[in-house]
């Protein structure tokens, strides 16, 4: 006789819990019921209901705000960090409302651990740092650090920080960015990004590290970008050669 096997009763609250989200009975941003009613409901202990509200949490399907709730998370964006297209733009593109915050903008020395990073001559080198915090319908869903070599932009403290930098290098200053090299990675979130994006301390997030070549070569940006898991979904496009790289 074949047994089978019956799931953990916080796996069946999952389940119940995703059906109720595919069948449209709650919206994107709407909050779900106090734990305690959830807990009612499915007649289960609180501990039992937050293994299944932490696993559709990890599945992108709803988020935390600190001491406010659950809710449902919105739609993803559909994000191509290797194309030369602005956070403001390909946000719109998508049917959303993108917003851009600069928290702090400063000239300073690059320091040691950057000079290296982009190949700097001397770590005395002056640079442009960036720090800002990207929106979309309300929701912070990005803490962005972008630092520039000052000689390349040299009076870019002196524009409007909360709008788009592509288009404003374009516009500004005759600047355009014409290669990167990208790096993707999974990390954790430190309390300052955490309270930023309405995370728990030590959540995960999607970490994005870029670095930015000029028309001429010259690594002109270093890009860091701190997502929110369930804000984002990467897609990147390539072209495949018409002759293959190796020889078979």
């Known amino acids: ?15 119940q819990l995703a ?15 106090p734990e305690r009613d959830l807990a009612e409901r499915f007649e289960c202990t609180r501990v039992t209901l937050r293994q299944a509200l932490q696993q559709l949490e990890t599945e992108g399907l709803i988020y935390r705000e600190n001491r406010r709730g659950w809710y449902l998370s919105p739609p993803r964006i559909d ?41 700097l001559p001397s770590p005395d ?52 960015q014409t290669r990167c090299t990208l790096n993707l990675r999974l990390g954790t979130v430190n309390d300052d990004h955490a309270e930023l994006l309405q995370l728990a301390s030590g959540a995960s997030n999607l970490v994005l590290e870029r670095l930015n070549y000029a028309e001429d070569g010259l690594l002109v940006e270093f890009d860091q970008e701190f997502w929110r898991p369930d804000a984002v979904s990467v897609a990147v496009q390539a072209d495949f050669p018409s002759r293959p790289l190796i020889a078979e």
Not at 4 to 11: E, T
Not at 133 to 158: F, M
């Open 79 to 119: 994000y191509d960090p290797t194309r030369l297209v602005s956070f403001m733009d390909y946000v719109r593109l998508q049917g959303r409302e993108p917003m851009t915050e600069c928290l702090s903008a400063e000239r300073r020395r690059a320091g040691a651990w950057l000079a290296a990073r982009m190949n």
């Open 19 to 33: 059906a109720d989200i595919a069948q449209g009975r709650f919206l994107a941003g709407q909050k779900l019921p």
């Open 125 to 176: 080198e002056p640079v442009f740092r960036l720090h800002r915090r990207r929106l979309i319908d309300g929701r912070p869903v990005l803490v962005e650090i972008n630092t520039l070599l000052a000689s390349w932009c040299p009076d870019l403290l002196d524009t409007r920080l909360d709008r788009s930098l592509t288009t404003l290098l374009r516009e500004r200053f005759g600047k355009v």
């Open 1 to 15: 006789m074949l047994y089978q096997a019956i799931p953990p009763h916080y796996a069946r609250i999952r389940d």
